[in-house]
């Protein structure tokens, strides 16, 4: 059964900072590893998807790496800004059947 | 394109009565998916949809029927609500399987009584 681990639950920065979001999973043999973001109330948005076969996929100031041999995933973010304040969740989709398993997700606060 | 919509956003329910989520999405993806969201659980998938008049049971099926008649509409019941159903309910879609990115709707807020 697929695992997924986000540490910390929480995060608090001062604006500007580079941050880096972890992400666990305990099956390594994970289709894609999927990173998505959570306001306040609303619904998930995807923001990044990182193929089995990839090690990074950038977007923006986002970047994500994969490393399956260890079973993790990192979310970089670039040069914070308070709107980048959300709920950040990881997925991995097992290679058989039909379920995405989340992690809980870490709630990041970047401050003016 | 309105993406994925869910009617209602709100409801509160007395034990033991029934309603329906209704779930729409216009980008004619062939799955969706009904999640619920908790504190301490995360994201848990109820039943999912692989194409028009299909339907499979997820990771928390019990006490939810679902149906999609249609392909753009994918509906969830609860036909004897209890407490423990209190939760967020996110519907989503996706053009190919669950490996594939899923758009999500804003989430209905049920609270049972």
């Known amino acids: 059964k697929q695992e997924v681990t986000q540490i910390p639950a929480a995060l608090s920065v001062p604006e500007g900072e580079n941050l880096v979001l972890n992400c666990s999973f305990t099956?390594?043999?994970?289709?894609?590893l999927q990173w998505f973001r959570q306001d306040p109330g609303k619904g998930l948005t995807s923001l990044l998807l990182?193929?089995?076969?990839?090690r990074e996929q950038t977007s923006g100031r986002l970047n994500a790496s994969l490393d399956k041999s260890s079973g993790r995933s990192t979310l970089y973010i670039a040069a914070s800004q308070p709107g980048d304040s959300a709920t950040y969740l990881c997925a991995a989709p097992r290679t058989s059947g039909s379920r995405l398993t989340f992690g809980e997700g870490t709630q990041l606060t970047v401050n003016p | 394109n309105a993406g994925v919509t869910q009617t209602p956003k709100f409801r509160v329910l007395k034990t033991g009565q029934s309603m329906t989520l209704l779930c729409a999405q216009d980008?004619?993806?062939?799955?969706m998916y009904w999640y619920r969201q908790d504190p301490g659980m995360g994201l848990r998938l109820i039943h999912y949809s692989v194409g028009e008049g299909t339907t499979a049971k997820g990771e928390v099926p019990d006490g939810y029927n679902v149906s999609r008649l249609k392909k753009q509409n994918f509906l969830l019941g609860l036909e004897s609500a209890a407490p423990s159903q209190t939760s967020v309910y996110f519907c989503?879609?996706?053009?190919?399987?669950?490996?594939?990115?899923?758009?999500f709707g804003p989430g209905t807020r049920l609270l049972v009584l």
């Open positions: 989503a879609s996706s053009y190919g399987g669950p490996w594939e990115t899923q758009y």
């Open positions: 099956d390594s043999a994970i289709y894609n």
């Open positions: 990182i193929q089995s076969s990839q």
């Open positions: 980008m004619n993806h062939e799955y």
